[in-house]
């Protein structure tokens, strides 16, 4: 069974910190892992990485990949409230024939003043 | 610039009634695909399609049938609704060489 496991499942920081997101899975075919940002409602998609070691970066996020521990980190900089989501992992299992990702529980990070 | 619009926002049912949640795309997008999002469980799988006339089971198929007659229209359909299908329904589609998905604002359904 595909396993997406994200940790912490919750956090709370104060504005200006720098917080890491973690994203472990175990899964029988990796195509890709994405991140998406879900604030109230739909999920907005952040980053995907098939790569090891490239880092990917947008403003004060920055995600990267080890496929050899198979991991994902994504990293906020200067977090402000607006940062305030659920971030999910989610992994591409698609193979032959399916298409299909598998999301972890997310991590709820909450940013207060 | 519409995106994925789902309908409708909030429905309640009750035990052994039947809906149907829509979902439409105006983005030409091949993939689509329903998702259930519970407390504590994240995203599931549903139903996906990759193109008109093709559609295929993901984890928690049962009790939800989809049909796929047009690119932007991706239906999923209730037939006997149980209080366990009570949860926020996510419809989202891309391109199919991309896992770049394009979420609805979804569907809180309660069936009581």
């Known amino acids: 069974e595909d396993k997406v496991v994200q940790s912490p499942l919750s956090l709370v920081v104060h504005e200006g910190d720098t917080v890491t997101l973690n994203c472990s899975y175990e899964?029988?075919?990796?195509?890709?892992l994405l991140w998406y940002k879900q604030e109230k409602k739909a999920p907005t998609f952040l980053f995907m990485l098939?790569?090891?070691?490239i880092e990917k970066k947008s403003g004060r996020l920055s995600s990267i990949l080890d496929k050899k521990e198979l991991f994902s980190i994504l990293n906020i900089t200067a977090t402000q409230t607006g940062d305030s989501a659920v971030y999910l992992c989610?992994?591409?299992?698609?193979?032959?024939?399916?298409?299909?990702?598998?999301f972890g529980k997310g991590t709820k990070l909450s940013v207060i003043p | 610039n519409a995106g994925v619009t789902q309908t409708p926002k909030f429905q309640v049912l009750k035990t052994g009634q039947s809906m149907t949640l829509q979902c439409a795309q105006d983005?030409?997008?091949?993939?689509m695909s329903w998702y259930r999002q519970d407390p504590g469980m994240g995203l599931r799988l549903i139903h996906y399609?990759?193109?008109?006339?093709?559609?295929d089971q993901g984890e928690v198929p049962n009790g939800y049938n989809v049909s796929r007659s047009t690119t932007e229209d991706f239906p999923l359909r209730l037939l006997s609704a149980a209080p366990s299908q009570t949860s926020v329904y996510f419809c989202?589609?891309?391109?199919?060489?991309?896992?770049?998905?394009?979420f609805g604002n979804g569907t809180r359904l309660t069936v009581t």
């Open positions: 899964v029988t075919n990796f195509r890709s």
């Open positions: 399609s990759v193109g008109a006339g093709i559609t």
């Open positions: 989202a589609s891309s391109y199919l060489d991309s896992r770049a998905l394009h």
């Open positions: 989610a992994v591409d299992v698609s193979g032959a024939g399916s298409y299909q990702l598998t």
């Open positions: 983005m030409n997008h091949e993939y």
């Open positions: 098939t790569s090891s070691g």
